[in-house]
C-alpha cells in the first residue's frame, strides 16, 4: 500500500470526521443519529433539525467551498509562477476582490448577485495590479521572484485599507461589511453560495484537466513546450479560472486568507510536487483545514463567535514566516538573490 493511497484514505476520513464535527457541535450538541435524521427525513417542526439544515449544513458547504477552491488556487499559483509564497491572499486577489464588492455596494447600491459579480472583476483587477506593481519594480517582463510577493503585499494593503475606509466612513453600512471582510464563514451567506457555487466548482474542474500540463510548466516554459504543452493557452486559462474561483469564493464569504499558501505545502511532502496528485489533495487538505478553522471560531471563545477569518490569519501569518525563512532566508538561497 503506497504512502499516497494512505494520505488520501486519511484525508477523506479527516474531512469527513470535520464534516460531521462542525454539525454535531456548538451552542447545542447533536448526536449522529439526530444528524442523520435532519439531513434525510426533515421536519420542517423541529427545532434541531431546523439548526441543523439552516444554519450549520451552510456553514460546512461555505467552508468546503472557500477552503477547497483557495487551496487549489494556491498550488497553481506556486507552481505556475514557480514561487512557494504565491496565494490569492498575496497576489492582490483576495484584496481587489473586496475593494470591488464594498465600493459597488457603497457607491452603486449592488444587490448580492451585483457585489459577486464585482468580486469577480476586482479579482481580476488585483491580479493585474500586482503584476504591473512587480514589472514596474523589477523591470521584468515575467515576475516570479521576491519582487512579485513584495507587490502583492502592497497591493493588498492598499486595497484592504481603501475598502476599510471606505467602511468607517459610511457609519449606516458599516455592521453589513465589517464581518464579511475579515472573511466569515456564516450561514447568512448561503444564497451567495448557491449562486456562485458553480464558478468556482469549473475553475477546479478545468485546473484539474490542465493537472498535468501545469505540472510541466513548473519545470519551466522551454521544457513545458518541448513536451507539448502550448504554454501561452495553458497559462492564461489557468490564471483565468484561479482569479474567477478565488474571487468567487471572496464575493461568499470575504477574503478568508492563508488556505491558499499554507495548504500546497502541507500536501505536497506526502503525495509529491506533481499538480495531479496536489490538486485533489488540496481540495479534500483545504476543505479540512478551512472546516476546523470556523469550528475553532465557534467554539474556542464561546459564547462569543470569532470569524474564521481571523483564525486563518493567525495561523497563515505563522506559516508566512516559516516559508519565508526557508525559501529566501537561508545562506545559500541568499547567495543565488
Known amino acids: 500500500m503506497s504512502q499516497r493511497f494512505v494520505f488520501f484514505a486519511l484525508a477523506v476520513a479527516a474531512l469527513l470526521i470535520a464534516v460531521l464535527a462542525n454539525l454535531a457541535f456548538g451552542a447545542t450538541r447533536f448526536s449522529i443519529p439526530?444528524?442523520?435524521?435532519?439531513?434525510?427525513?426533515?421536519?420542517?417542526?423541529n427545532y434541531d433539525h431546523f439548526i441543523v439544515v439552516y444554519q450549520r449544513l451552510p456553514r460546512v458547504l461555505?467552508?468546503?467551498?472557500?477552503?477547497?477552491?483557495?487551496?487549489v488556487s494556491g498550488a497553481v499559483l506556486q507552481g505556475m509562477m514557480r514561487n512557494p509564497l504565491a496565494a490569492p491572499s498575496i497576489l492582490g486577489i483576495n484584496a481587489g476582490a473586496s475593494l470591488f464588492v464594498v465600493t459597488g455596494a457603497l457607491f452603486f447600491g449592488l444587490t448580492s448577485t451585483g457585489q459577486g459579480i464585482a468580486a469577480l472583476f476586482g479579482g481580476a483587477f488585483g491580479f493585474a495590479s500586482c503584476v504591473f506593481v512587480a514589472r514596474m519594480a523589477g523591470q521584468d517582463r515575467n515576475p516570479k521572484g521576491m519582487p512579485l510577493i513584495l507587490a502583492g503585499a502592497v497591493v493588498s494593503m492598499l486595497y484592504i485599507g481603501i475598502a476599510n475606509a471606505l467602511l468607517l466612513a459610511s457609519p449606516e453600512r458599516r455592521n453589513d461589511f465589517l464581518g464579511w471582510i475579515t472573511g466569515n464563514i456564516n450561514h447568512v451567506y448561503a444564497d451567495r453560495l448557491a449562486e456562485f457555487w458553480w464558478i468556482g466548482v469549473a475553475g477546479i474542474v478545468v485546473?484539474?484537466?490542465?493537472?498535468?500540463?501545469?505540472?510541466l510548466l513548473t519545470f519551466g516554459g522551454e521544457k513545458a513546450a518541448s513536451a507539448g504543452v502550448n504554454v501561452a493557452v495553458v497559462t492564461r486559462v489557468a490564471t483565468i479560472a484561479v482569479v474567477l474561483s478565488s474571487s468567487a469564493a471572496v464575493a461568499i464569504c470575504g477574503p478568508v486568507g492563508f488556505v491558499g499558501l499554507i495548504v500546497p505545502h502541507m500536501?505536497?511532502?506526502?503525495?509529491?510536487?506533481?499538480?495531479?496528485?496536489v490538486l485533489p489533495a488540496c481540495i479534500l487538505v483545504g476543505a479540512t483545514v478551512c472546516l476546523i478553522a470556523d469550528m475553532v471560531a465557534r467554539m474556542a471563545f464561546a459564547p462569543y463567535?470569532?470569524?474564521?477569518?481571523?483564525?486563518?490569519?493567525?495561523?497563515?501569518?505563522?506559516?508566512?514566516?516559516?516559508?519565508?525563512r526557508r525559501y529566501y532566508l537561508t545562506p545559500n538561497v541568499r547567495k543565488s538573490l
Open 34 to 45: 439526530d444528524i442523520l435524521g435532519a439531513l434525510f427525513l426533515f421536519d420542517g417542526d
Open 62 to 71: 461555505i467552508a468546503v467551498f472557500v477552503g477547497s477552491v483557495m487551496a
Open 207 to 215: 485546473l484539474l484537466i490542465l493537472s498535468r500540463a501545469l505540472t
Open 267 to 277: 500536501v505536497r511532502p506526502l503525495v509529491g510536487a506533481g499538480l495531479v496528485a
Open 305 to 324: 463567535v470569532l470569524h474564521a477569518g481571523l483564525i486563518m490569519d493567525l495561523i497563515g501569518g505563522i506559516v508566512f514566516a516559516v516559508i519565508v
